[in-house]
């Protein structure tokens, strides 16, 4: 590190920099360097039209639900994924909880990384309505 200072140090005595123009900057990167235009564009942007929502149809036929996985389909042409009999699918994919509440933080052992995931969330959640409930200080 410290030969290398050494080498700029000389090379910029010796005439052999050559710092590069500020115009040059500006002009390589306006938004970042202060230049206007990054400006213009976000006035720009803002008096713009407002961009349409695309609609996505949703599938209503009772048949096709049960046997595609629909919207499963990324390409431009192409086709859901078609689904196969329960006895594909491994035997832990059923045994899965789907019900979306946390289980109770009494019935988990403190030496899985669940509870502490767990007591880690509540932690937070409690600390961030705290923090909504304080009054500002100006």
Same mark, same amino acid.
């Given at each position: 590190?410290?030969?290398h200072?050494?080498? /700029?140090?000389a090379s910029? !005595? +010796?005439?052999l920099y050559?710092?590069?123009? #500020?115009? +040059?900057?500006?002009? !390589?990167?306006?938004?970042?360097?202060?230049?206007?235009l990054?400006?213009?564009? +976000?006035? !720009?942007g803002? +008096?713009?039209?407002?961009?349409?929502k695309?609609v /996505?149809? /949703? %599938? #209503?036929?009772?048949?096709?639900?049960?046997q595609?996985c629909?919207?499963?389909?990324?390409? !431009?042409?192409?086709?859901?994924?078609?689904?196969?009999?329960d006895?594909?699918?491994p035997?832990w994919?059923w045994?899965?909880? #789907?019900s979306?509440v946390?289980?109770? =933080? %009494?019935t988990?052992?403190?030496d899985?990384? %669940?509870?502490?995931? =767990? /007591?880690r969330?509540?932690a937070m959640?409690?600390?961030?309505?705290?923090l909504a409930k304080r009054?500002?200080?100006?």
């Open positions: 590190m410290y030969r200072c050494l080498r /700029v140090a910029q !005595a +010796a005439g050559r710092p590069l123009a #500020t115009s +040059a900057i500006n002009n !390589a990167l306006p938004s970042m360097a202060g230049g206007k990054g400006k213009k564009a +976000a006035k !720009a803002k +008096a713009g039209s407002p961009v349409e695309k /996505v149809p /949703v %599938e #209503t036929d009772p048949e096709r639900l049960v595609y629909c919207g499963s389909n990324i390409m !431009a042409d192409g086709e859901d994924v078609k689904l196969g009999p006895s594909e699918y035997d994919l045994e899965l909880d #789907t979306g946390a289980p109770p =933080l %009494e988990l052992s403190p899985t990384l %669940e509870y502490w995931w =767990l /007591v969330n509540r959640r409690r600390n961030n309505q705290l009054k500002l200080k100006r």
